[in-house]
């Protein structure tokens, strides 16, 4: 059995905090701000990107266990492959005569 | 639903397979329950975890669908064998080229690999069993009963007929009314799902249950590419899932994601089914390539050459595999720089299959080869896959490709690809791993008969469609007129088919032959092989390994005997933990096929109601707390001590 | 299960069975990226082919969403603490934070079920265009993942009850656990790249 007491949980809570004032930042962004479309959605993109990051280390602990390495690599490689298939099939679907628009 | 709409009627070659399908089903219950084998089944098989007995149903179902496709492809040969034919009609035509490209890659080459990797791989690796063993039955059973739903269509309801890529819009309703195509969305879903889990499965068993000592540049290389394959298993099918979710909403939910008049997109769906197919390919050809690794290894009686750059390049190809599905598709009108680009990353993929191709000739060199029947079949796999890599290269060009693409040349090329990577390579590994699975050797003498009819038809079978190809007929044409030129290239092709069955016809011959005759006295070793599986009894004890070897290089047994090292202590036993048996495999299978079954016919209510059974079969899995239980070191000894003489 | 206890790791890694399932888990997570990822790319495709039907702006209503962001945020926050409470070896706690976790899910769905409603009477059927296809599709599959979550975790509070916590219930959480925060980072991008994106281009 654990003996180790695990004290207040800050970890869970700073990542909580950031977490609202992230998101509460984005709609900030998107709707208070006079920047182009196009900054506005690298902005709130990147912001989600940090949301993501925060849930995987501060509250999933992805490099916990025997296999942190291999985690990480999983969810690498799985960002990877959505990457290549969100830009892939946008590009793919939306050039030349394919296009629908 | 009148009855007649229900079963499909006025084909008297379906009416005949009614028939044969209800009398050979009677008769099966008859025999079982003749022979009072009931128990046996449902304890013996039905119900197990074991790896090796779950590979064994993959493989004997695979040769079933082998059976079905093949006698599709046939009658399609027939039917063009001739100019102006009318053995079978446009409809059936179009039935039988649908239901023969699905169920050879989804339910004959799928389950004949993942079966040879289940019985194979626990073993090479030193393991007692899979991670996940009841995940694995249910694997099993969700493709078994997918299987069986997917080739009930063609008497009850009607068998799809968009072809086994099912593009939009003629896979919607508008242009393929009646529940035909949803036998392809709803089979190929719950197939899907048992491959992913199989995918899971094995990436966590070869990461975290190899034998002490086995470190990733010691692992077989079938191990590796099995490993690689379950990558893109995972990688890929979630895609498919997607996209055939999307076709069953737009088929019975009325959505839209794939009609231009209401915003949809067909090429959406193109797009979909090649994220997934193109690494499909590569799913079903990697651990072939790791097949005949270890069979030219063993014999040719040295290591396999260049072992480093083969792991590169396995790894190299699930890379790419993900970076080229637009191949399949130049000619939907995409713009110059996404051509290009596919076209590229396409023609990379054969530099490490090149890679590949160059290590076994080089493991070859200089070998003391023994031709035995698994050894046939891999030297007969260079040069036939040779020939479908090289065409495919020339399919890679995108400007040539609206030359060659949808024409015969194409069908001749990926069969060149398939029959040699898959097929040959189940036939290299039943040959190999047979006595591994049943404690004796297929016979070599018959099996001659095998290889030589088998690879002599498939070239004259498919060799004449090239140039039928780049003459110009298309493929999926059920007929021609006379004077195209084809008529002497397409009759021969059709005599080439006859051969290959007859091919066929020898291996069933040689199976049962083998059983009744062939000597049961075969050691454990009888290939003198490399790996792990060979270091255990065969067949292959329950438990695998009395004790888990440790291993110090890459082919570990050959190192094992060269040094005297494959005896075992009495003092090493310990007992040995082994997963329970569990009915809720087969049954959650059985409960998915039936919810299937009904959503096909859009029969939503019953759908629903028997979705309870899903949710049983979920519930019980969840509160069962089985912990398995334990061989006592007693059984252990007895069962060594009948097969090695060496325990001391 | 032989159990290998050792003091300073927690109890869902102590055997190796448990280890295996956690990594399992992790990589059917990798195989829900590439699923979720295929419907984003989808959505992208055909958000803008409305066919004459209702834009995203027209029918997203921000506060209801941030509502809906606040609650499955919070839920992953006292998963968390759920999961932390476990660690400590607290029964209580983590029966107590799992079904507050589970009564924001609930929380979440309501919210949801109500924004679909809405959508439906201002005219956006998942019949009604590519767009709301596929927009219905990618919530309704987040959705559904939450409450075939909610049923899930439920399940494991009645073996939690009559268990307690043990390296096999231990693990169950921490597996669910991951599910749910996981259902989290799919919202956030569901809310990046659907609503804000939707109401500012
Ligand atoms: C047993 C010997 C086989 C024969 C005689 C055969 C024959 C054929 C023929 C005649 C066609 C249709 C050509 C057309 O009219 O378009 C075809 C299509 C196809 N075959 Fe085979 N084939 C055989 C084995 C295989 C194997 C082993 C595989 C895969 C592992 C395979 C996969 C396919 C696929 C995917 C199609 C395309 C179906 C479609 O157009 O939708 N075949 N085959
Ligand atoms: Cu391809």
Redesign the pocket.
């Known amino acids: 059995m654990t003996t180790v007491k695990h004290g207040f949980p800050w970890n869970h809570l700073i990542g909580f905090v950031l977490s609202i004032l992230l998101t509460l930042f984005a709609v900030f962004i998107a709707f208070e701000t006079d920047f182009s479309k196009t900054v506005i959605m690298w902005v709130i993109g990147t912001l989600a990107i940090f949301q993501a990051l925060i849930q995987l280390f501060m509250f999933m602990h992805i490099t916990e266990g025997k296999e942190g390495m291999l985690n990480v690599i999983n969810i690498i490689y799985s960002i990877f492959l959505a990457l290549v298939i969100v830009f892939g099939s946008i590009w793919v679907l939306t050039s030349g005569h394919s296009a629908i628009h | 639903m009148s009855l007649d709409e229900f079963f499909v009627t006025g084909d008297p070659l379906i009416l005949a397979s009614q028939i044969a399908i209800g009398l050979t089903m009677i008769g099966l219950i008859a025999l079982v329950t003749y022979l009072k084998r009931w128990k046996w089944l449902w304890s013996e098989w039905f119900t197990t975890v074991d790896h090796k007995k779950i590979g064994i149903m993959y493989i004997l179902a695979g040769v079933l669908m ?1 059976f079905r ?2 006698v599709d ?2 009658m ?2 027939a039917q ?1 064998s001739r100019p102006n034919l009318e053995f079978l009609d446009a409809q059936h ?1 179009d039935e039988i ?2 239901t ?2 699905v169920i ?2 989804l339910f ?2 799928m389950p004949m690999l993942i079966g040879i990797m289940n019985v194979v791989i626990p073993l090479q690796i030193g393991a007692r069993d899979v991670a996940f063993p009841k995940l694995n039955a249910l694997s099993f059973w969700l493709f078994f009963v997918a299987a069986m739903l997917f080739n009930v269509s063609f008497v009850i309801g009607g068998s799809p007929d968009a ?3 099912s593009y939009f819009p003629l896979a919607g309703k508008e242009f393929t009314p009646g529940v035909g195509n949803n036998y392809y969305a709803i089979a190929l879903q719950i197939a899907g799902i048992g491959t992913l889990a199989t995918g899971i499965n094995f990436i966590v068993t070869i990461v975290k249950m190899r034998a002490p000592g086995m470190t990733w540049m010691k692992m077989p290389m079938f191990t590796w590419t099995s490993l690689v394959t379950s990558i893109i298993i995972v990688a890929a099918f979630p895609i498919f899932t997607v996209a055939l979710a999307y076709m069953t909403l737009d088929r019975l939910f009325g959505t839209h994601f794939f009609t231009v008049a209401a915003g949809g997109d067909p090429m959406l769906w193109l797009n979909l089914f090649w994220l997934w197919g193109h690494p499909e390919v590569y799913i ?1 050809v990697l651990p072939a390539f790791g097949m005949f690794s270890e069979v030219i290894a063993t014999f040719a009686r040295k290591n396999l050459y260049g072992y480093k750059s083969m792991v590169f390049s396995v790894v190299g190809i699930a890379f790419l595999s993900m970076l080229v599905w637009v191949h399949h598709f130049y000619t939907m009108g995409n713009s110059a720089s996404v051509n290009t680009v596919f076209s590229l990353t396409t023609m990379m993929i054969a530099i490490p299959t090149g890679v590949k191709i160059f290590n076994w000739l080089f493991t070859l060199r200089k070998g003391r080869i023994e031709f035995s029947n698994a050894m046939l079949w891999s030297l007969a796999f260079i040069p036939c896959f040779t020939i479908g890599g090289v065409t495919g290269v020339m399919l890679a060009m995108a400007a040539a490709d609206y030359q060659y693409h949808n024409t ?1 040349f194409l ?1 001749a090329h ?2 060149y690809v ?2 040699p990577g ?2 040959f390579a189940v036939f290299a590994g039943l040959y190999y791993w047979w006595p591994k699975m049943f404690g004796f050797k297929l016979s070599e003498k018959i099996g001659k008969w095998h290889f030589w009819l088998f690879v002599i038809g ?1 070239n004259l ?1 498919f060799m004449p469609m090239f140039f039928v190809g780049l003459d110009g007929m298309s ?4 007929t021609y007129s006379e004077g195209l030129g084809w008529e002497g290239w397409l009759g021969f092709s059709a005599v080439g ?1 006859i051969v ?2 007859a091919g ?1 016809a020898a291996l069933c011959y040689n199976i049962y032959w083998s059983f009744r005759y062939a000597p049961r006295d075969i050691g454990n070793d009888p290939w003198n092989a490399r790996t792990l599986e060979w270091a255990t009894a065969t067949p292959a004890p329950h438990y695998n390994f009395a004790k888990i070897p440790e291993v110090t290089r890459l082919d570990p047994y050959w190192d094992m005997k060269k040094k005297g090292e494959t005896g075992l202590k009495k003092s090493d036993l310990k007992p040995v933990h082994m997963p329970s048996n569990s009915w809720t495999p087969i049954f959650l299978g059985v409960a998915f096929g039936v919810v299937g079954f009904f959503l096909v016919f859009e029969w939503f209510t019953l759908a629903i109601i028997s979705s309870i059974g899903i949710i049983i079969g979920l519930v019980a899995n969840s509160f069962d707390y089985d912990e398995g239980y334990h061989i006592p070191v007693e059984e252990l000894e007895e069962e060594e001590r009948a097969w090695r003489g060496d325990l001391k | 299960m032989t159990a290998h206890t050792s003091a300073n790791v927690p109890l869902e890694y102590q055997t190796n069975q448990n280890q295996m399932n956690i990594l399992g888990f992790w990589i059917f997570l990798g195989a829900e990226i590439v699923l979720f990822s295929t419907l984003f790319a989808s959505y992208f495709v055909l958000e803008h082919n409305t066919a004459g039907g209702p834009v995203g702006h027209e029918i997203f209503i921000l506060k209801d969403v941030l509502i809906e962001t606040f609650l499955l945020l919070t839920s992953s926050f006292t998963c968390g603490l759920a999961i932390h409470a476990m660690r400590n070896n607290s029964k209580n706690g983590l029966m107590f934070w799992t079904i507050i976790t589970l009564l924001f899910g609930l929380g979440f769905l309501y919210m949801e079920i109500n924004e679909f409603i809405h959508y439906i009477h201002e005219g956006a059927t998942i019949q009604t265009s590519g767009f709301t296809a596929a927009f219905f599709t990618l919530l309704g599959t987040h959705g559904a993942h939450v409450s075939f979550g909610i049923v899930w975790i439920a399940l494991l509070l009645i073996q939690l009850a009559k268990r307690g916590i043990t390296q096999v219930t231990a693990r169950k959480f921490f597996i669910a656990s991951l599910y749910w925060h996981f259902l989290d980072v799919v919202w956030i991008f569901i809310f990046t790249f659907v609503y804000l994106k939707g109401m500012v281009m």
Do not use: P
């Not at chain 2, 493929?475 to 059920?478: I, K, P, S, V």
């Open positions: 082998f496709g093949g492809g046939l399609m040969k063009t035509y080229f649908t023969h490209g050879m890659i004959m080459a072809g086994w890529t079903v015969m069908v990926f069969h398939l029959i898959v097929v498939f079978t493929r999926r044409m059920y088919s290959m069955a066929f």
